[in-house]
């Protein structure tokens, strides 16, 4: 079960300029055939979604295609996908129709590890509602979100649980299906942010105990669309600000306005693409994908100890958290030199990296580290090579070098 980089590599067109990316974690290049189902459907004649016509109908199989194929991706029902811009506004949408139904008294449990997107949604829904909100803090040495504190957080009155699949600043994999085995003990409702685990671990929505879970296409090799998905049955009764035309049944009520035709297309073909990552080819799409992810998860471990290995035998260098199950994401600091500024040098070598929190604000602010530049994050992703992090580790060293030099900046 093994991938074939160059392979794999030769199917992202960007890659080609030269750059080395690390910050797939903000969203990874785009594969080739993506691009070209995008251009399929916008060079095909396409009209708004009818039965009348062809052109119409095709609109149709682009939605229900991209459905079905984000279905496969994490083991939901294409009846349940709901399709929208962004995680963070579909988060905001599902947080505003759920606390709704909201009283005083009511409380809900969000996590310090996660990324902003899953908890200011919940953190005003129950503002708004009058609700208690409730804290699960991560452990700052090792970075865990332990299990164990879900028993004291959760009560009769809890109505959700939010949590991360996987840290986006350091890594971490909660064990989600204990903690949604709480919760839902507790009767409470669980939403997964899947955005940072999806693209890097076989995803199966039941065995996460995930009555709602959320991705981001553009983090898996894909366009700039986002779906929230759940079973059809738990999206029945809940009733969304809509148009008075527009389609009162599930998922479409959901979704405001005209979709994106051709992104749809993308949706589809990033997912195919996964599927294609290992393999011989046979199989359902939803085997071929946990075939794959499996793979991918394999190869980005060992890309990840290596940099690990090589992050933490340079004692100017500090890196956060230890988790024992990570996602090949890792944060670190550099002595002598502000995380912006590490960005900009590694950035001027051609190595793309994130610098500041990365939306992760409740991670810094507790860490007390977001007043003084938040971190710098390397993202593996499964088109990077071990070549490529000898580099990054190469141009750290050249950075350490000069750190004497170097005047941090002001705590912004």
Not at 29 to 48: G, H, K, L, R
Request: some cysteine; charged content about 20%.
């Amino acid at each position: 079960m093994s991938l074939d980089i160059a392979r794999i590599r030769a199917a992202y067109p960007a890659l080609a300029e030269g750059f080395t990316h690390f910050d797939g974690a903000g969203g990874t290049q785009t594969a080739a055939t993506v691009a070209e189902a995008v251009t399929a459907a916008m060079t095909t004649p396409i009209a708004n979604r009818t039965e009348a016509n062809e052109p119409g109908r095709r609109s149709l199989h682009l939605l229900a295609e991209a459905r079905a194929a984000v279905a496969d991706l994490v083991g939901g029902d294409p009846d349940g996908v709901v399709l929208g811009p962004s995680a963070t506004a579909l988060t905001y949408q599902l947080a505003g129709v759920l606390g709704a139904a909201w009283r005083p008294g009511d409380e809900v449990v969000v996590s310090r590890l996660d990324h902003d997107a899953n908890v200011r949604p919940w953190v005003q829904a129950a503002q708004a509602a009058g609700a208690t909100v409730r804290w699960a803090e991560f452990d700052r040495v090792t970075g865990e979100l332990p299990v164990d504190q879900y028993a004291e957080l959760l009560g009769e009155r809890t109505r959700l649980v939010a949590v991360t699949g996987a840290s986006n600043a350091i890594g971490t994999v909660p064990d989600v299906a204990a903690i949604a085995r709480a919760a839902h003990a507790a009767g409470a409702l669980v939403c997964v942010d899947g955005v940072h685990a999806v693209p890097h671990l076989p995803t199966d929505m039941a065995a996460l105990g995930a009555d709602f879970l959320v991705t981001s296409a553009y983090k898996w090799s894909g366009p700039h669309l986002a779906a929230m998905v759940a079973d059809p049955a738990r999206w029945e009764p809940l009733r969304p600000a809509k148009l008075m035309p527009a389609p009162d049944t599930v998922p479409q009520r959901f979704e405001a306005g005209t979709p994106s035709f051709p992104m749809l297309a993308g949706i589809r073909a990033a997912v195919d693409h996964l599927a294609g990552l290992a393999g011989d080819g046979t199989g359902s799409r939803r085997s071929r994908l946990l075939h794959s992810l499996a793979a991918a998860q394999a190869y980005g471990a060992e890309l990840l100890d290596r940099l690990l290995t090589g992050l933490t035998a340079r004692p100017q260098v500090t890196v956060f958290g230890a988790p024992q199950r990570r996602c090949p994401t890792v944060s670190f600091r550099v002595d002598g030199w502000h995380p912006a500024d590490v960005a900009t040098a590694l950035g001027e070598r051609g190595i793309c990296v994130s610098s500041g929190d990365y939306y992760a604000y409740e991670y810094f602010a507790t860490m007390g580290l977001r007043e003084t530049g938040g971190g710098v994050r390397a993202s593996i992703y499964h088109y990077n090579t071990a070549e490529e992090v000898d580099a990054l580790l190469d141009a750290v060293d050249r950075l350490i070098d000069a750190g004497t030099g170097v005047v941090p900046r002001s705590p912004r």
